[in-house]
């Protein structure tokens, strides 16, 4: 509890100290000095992540017996064999042979919790994402375990089986389609060099160094919401900020998509849960 | 001997596996897509339905054919509604709240939300206002700049209603054309752009 306290302590002087430099900004009217402080805030918020608190929780529940058939989730396949999960967050989303599918971690786990422990399949994707100050859900303590175990691992997302490079060429197509009443894409935002809404940066995945620090940082624990998210939500809330109609939890879609940003994030090294804004 | 002829196997497998790879054909990819998202509030799935200009734009990575470009533009500039009683202008405060305000249209708005044009999202518009995007140019002393004639008037009023006028394929939504704002709305906007007394002529 003192660790939690110190942490929250912390967290308190970083925003005090950052809103203190964003004013000092405003009276400056330094665009450059405004972003290089922002920097900083960000560098103070990596002093104490609450996704630790989280990892401990996940290990717990995946090492839990649970569900209608009383077992763990060690003996989940998550794409380098029963019971690995060092590594293997860093290589998904990834064909699996046994559903012949491509699946991401998160439609990988829902399957584990489904033919493992005998969990109802609608009740877990009914709601997956926690809200904002809420308990974290069991799929975002588990992810946040397992994509732990794969810090510092190089980001290889498989483009081997033809299932594989379709939801690649799915996902490309999905990522530059503009649609809905802003006629927004995913590139509007993400498709050019050093673009910011208001002074967040947005990553542009047709470069390698933008692509694998975007991928390599999700999920992230986001200070704003006070909550850990994941990569589904984090497709989830983009396109709900480009007015396009809700991705339906590890759909085909939001799998294609995470597989083309994966793939255009090759090489760098996973460096999740990250803590962000 | 048998570790060449299985050699050869598998190398004509990995072969035979290259050359059966065919694309997802675009309404193979269409069907994935569709089947991959949900109506949630006001938010439905008939918004995956492209219009012809959102179709050209992501089919031709926003660069249409010149023709294509030409023709996209004149019908886009001949659907504009320009304001019926000449009365191009309205306040500039309530143009800077519109500016500021980036809500409308998402599953998490309502259906009597009144959208905001979220400009500051994307533009520089006033020297108070520091947290800007930069995806679209600096607007700063816009009708400083340009004064306020007739031809500006009614090039701006065109370029909020529907950008694709003068752009085909521009990131800026059509704020009069896919009723994001209403008209009353625009010549708010239209003032904090051109009216000398707005902070963005300051």
């Given amino acids: 509890m003192r660790v939690t306290g110190n942490r929250a302590g912390r967290r308190h002087l970083a925003l005090a100290a950052a809103l203190a430099l964003a004013t000092a900004g405003a009276a400056a009217q330094e665009k450059d000095r405004t972003i290089e402080e922002i920097e900083r805030y960000r560098q103070m918020l990596q002093d104490g992540n609450p996704a630790e608190l989280l990892v401990v929780r996940g290990e717990e529940l995946w090492k839990a017996r649970r569900g209608p058939k009383n077992a763990t989730l060690e003996q989940c396949d998550i794409g380098l064999g029963p019971g690995v999960v060092k590594g293997a967050y860093a290589q998904l989303p990834r064909h699996f042979a046994d559903v012949d599918q491509v699946m991401d971690f998160e439609a990988r786990l829902v399957h584990c919790m489904v033919t493992l422990q005998g969990f109802d399949r609608a009740a877990l994707v009914k709601s997956p994402f926690s809200g904002a100050g809420q308990r974290p859900t069991d799929i975002e303590a588990l992810t946040t375990f397992v994509v732990e175990q794969s810090r510092g691992f190089t980001i290889r997302v498989p483009q081997n089986h033809p299932k594989e490079r379709a939801a690649h060429d799915r996902g490309k197509q999905l990522f530059y389609m503009r649609a809905g009443p802003y006629d927004f894409a995913c590139s509007t935002c993400h498709g050019v060099d050093d673009q910011r809404i208001r002074l967040q940066d947005l990553p542009n995945f047709e470069k390698a160094a933008p692509a694998q620090r975007a991928f390599a940082t999700w999920p992230a624990y986001r200070v704003s919401q006070g909550a850990l998210r994941t990569m589904q939500w984090r497709i989830n809330d983009c396109f709900r900020q480009q007015r396009w109609p809700e991705p339906v939890f590890i759909s085909q879609g939001t799998i294609d998509l995470i597989t083309f940003l994966g793939v255009k994030a090759d090489g760098g090294k996973m460096d999740s849960p990250a803590i962000k804004r | ?202």
């Fill in chain 2, 1 to 202: 001997m048998n570790k060449t002829l299985a050699l050869t196997a598998a190398a004509a497998a990995v072969l035979a596996g290259c050359a059966t790879y065919t694309p997802p054909t675009q309404e193979e990819t269409m069907a994935v897509i569709r089947s991959s998202f949900q109506d949630r509030g006001i938010a439905k799935v008939d918004r995956l339905n492209q219009t012809e200009l959102q179709r050209i734009c992501s089919e031709t990575g926003n660069d249409p054919p010149k023709d294509v470009r030409a023709r996209l533009e004149k019908a886009a500039l001949a659907a504009v509604k320009f304001p019926a009683d000449g009365k191009w202008l309205g306040d500039h405060k309530q143009g800077e709240r519109i500016a500021q305000t980036g809500v409308g249209m998402q599953w998490s708005d309502r259906a009597d939300t009144v959208a905001g044009g979220n400009c500051y999202a994307c533009h520089q518009l006033t020297k108070a206002e520091i947290s800007y995007g930069n995806i679209g140019p600096s607007l700063l002393h816009y009708g400083k700049l340009r004064g306020s004639s007739d031809e500006i008037r009614r090039y701006t009023w065109a370029k909020l209603w529907n950008t694709n006028a003068f752009n085909a394929c521009s990131s800026m939504p059509r704020f009069g054309d896919a009723g994001i704002l209403t008209e009353e709305q625009i010549r708010h906007v239209m003032a904090l752009l051109l009216d000398p007394e707005s902070p963005v002529n300051k």
